[in-house]
C-alpha cells in the first residue's frame, strides 16, 4: 500500500520569499501526482498535474517537479492569497492524498 | 463556468442512512467521471468513490466498499452518493469533483470540486 508523505507539516514564509513543498510517494507513482491548494473554509483547486503541468487558470509562481517517489512545489515569490494548506495526490492507482503542509506567514 | 453543488448532508445517527447529490453544470456530464471525495474536521482529504461518465463502473475505497453506493442520471446532470450504515467515522464534509476526461476512471484526478456538504454522524 503506497503511502504519501508531506513535509514539512507547516512552513513559516514572509511574503515574497519563494516556497518549496515536499511529497513523497512510498513507491513509484510516476508522474501520477497532483497538488492542490485549499483555503479554510473552501474546497481544494488543482494546481498542478502529470508532476508539473500547471492547471487552467493557474499563476506561472507555481511549479511542480519529480517523478517516481519525490515530488517538489514551487511557489516562487509568496503572495498573500498563496496562504493555504496543500496537498499532493497520487493518481498511479487508487487516489491517495499527503497529509498537507499548511504555508503560514513569517 | 463549471459548477457543482452538493446537497443532502445533515445529522444522522449511528447505522443511519443518507444520500447525497450533486447537481452539475457548465459541461457536458455524461462525457466525464465523477467522484466523491470527504474531509473530516480538521483533517486531509481521503477520497471516497468515482463513477464512470455512463455509469457503468463504479469505484470504492476499502473504507466505504458495501456500505456505500455511487450513482448518477445523465438525464439530470446530477451524481449521488448513497450511504448506508453509517458510523462516528464517516463524519466529514463530502465533496464532488469531477474527473479529467483522459484519465483512467479508476485512478482519478480531480480538476473542479463543489463547495461540499456537511455530514455529521452521531447520537
Known amino acids: 500500500e503506497i503511502v504519501m508523505t508531506q513535509s514539512p507539516a507547516t512552513l513559516s514564509v514572509s511574503p515574497g520569499e519563494r516556497a518549496t513543498l515536499s511529497c513523497r510517494a512510498s513507491?513509484?507513482?510516476?508522474?501520477?501526482l497532483a497538488w492542490y491548494q485549499q483555503k479554510p473554509g473552501q474546497a481544494p483547486r488543482l494546481l498542478i498535474y502529470?508532476?508539473?503541468t500547471r492547471a487552467t487558470g493557474i499563476p506561472a509562481r507555481f511549479s511542480g517537479s519529480g517523478s517516481g517517489t519525490e515530488f517538489t512545489l514551487t511557489i516562487s515569490s509568496l503572495q498573500s492569497e498563496d496562504f493555504a494548506v496543500y496537498y499532493c495526490?497520487?493518481?498511479?492507482?487508487?487516489?491517495?492524498f499527503g497529509g498537507g503542509t499548511k504555508v503560514e506567514i513569517k | 463556468e463549471v459548477q457543482l453543488v452538493e446537497s443532502g448532508g445533515g445529522l444522522v445517527q449511528p447505522g443511519g442512512s443518507l444520500r447525497l447529490s450533486c447537481a452539475a453544470s457548465?459541461?457536458?456530464?455524461?462525457?466525464?467521471?465523477m467522484s466523491w471525495v470527504r474531509q473530516a474536521p480538521g483533517k486531509g482529504l481521503e477520497w471516497v468513490s468515482a463513477?464512470?461518465?455512463?455509469?457503468?463502473?463504479?469505484y470504492y475505497a476499502d473504507s466505504v466498499k458495501g456500505r456505500f453506493t455511487i450513482s448518477r442520471d445523465n438525464s439530470k446532470n446530477t451524481l449521488y452518493l448513497q450511504m448506508n450504515s453509517l458510523r462516528a467515522e464517516d463524519t466529514a464534509v463530502y465533496y464532488c469533483?469531477?474527473?479529467?476526461?483522459?484519465?483512467?476512471?479508476?485512478?482519478?484526478?480531480?480538476?473542479?470540486w463543489g463547495q461540499g456538504t456537511l455530514v455529521t454522524v452521531s447520537s
Open positions: 457548465g459541461f457536458t456530464f455524461s462525457s466525464y467521471a
Open positions: 463513477i464512470s461518465g455512463s455509469g457503468g463502473s463504479t
Open positions: 469533483a469531477k474527473v479529467p476526461g483522459v484519465v483512467v476512471v479508476a485512478a482519478p484526478y480531480f480538476d473542479y
Open positions: 495526490q497520487q493518481y498511479n492507482n487508487w487516489p491517495l
Open positions: 502529470g508532476a508539473s
Open positions: 513507491q513509484s507513482v510516476s508522474s501520477n
